[in-house]
Nanobody
């Protein structure tokens, strides 16, 4: 059974930093595209950043230049380094693993989420 477990969320002041981690178990190969999504209260879930098995990354415009996604395939772990945090970054952050193309493989997994709150 595939499990994604996030950690590293918490309360931080504006301008501060946090590092989220997502440990994946049960995924037997590194061919998954990993991503971070977030959902703020009253808003839709949105993509934050993704990284392919080959290390190609893409970021949502609001976080580009401030957040960095990375992965350690040996540890089956993906990270999200968040710098220069803003109050509008406050959300529940979810880890995602997709075996591309999901429409064909049907393999898409989600973590339980970790709360990030940016407030003074």
């Amino acid at each position: 059974q595939v499990q994604l477990v996030e950690s590293g969320g918490g309360l931080v002041q504006p301008g501060g930093s946090l590092r989220l981690s997502c440990a994946a178990s049960g995924i037997i190969d590194n061919g998954y595209t990993m991503g971070w999504y977030r959902q703020a209260p009253g808003k839709q879930c949105e993509l934050v950043a993704r990284i392919t098995s080959g290390g190609i990354t893409n970021y949502a415009e609001p976080v580009r230049g401030r957040f960095t996604i990375s992965r350690d395939n040996a540890k089956n772990t993906v990270y999200l380094q968040m710098n220069s945090l803003k109050p509008e970054d406050t959300a529940v952050y979810y880890c995602n693993a997709d075996r591309i193309p999901v429409a064909i493989t049907g393999l898409s997994y989600w973590g339980q989420g970790t709360q990030v709150t940016v407030s003074s």
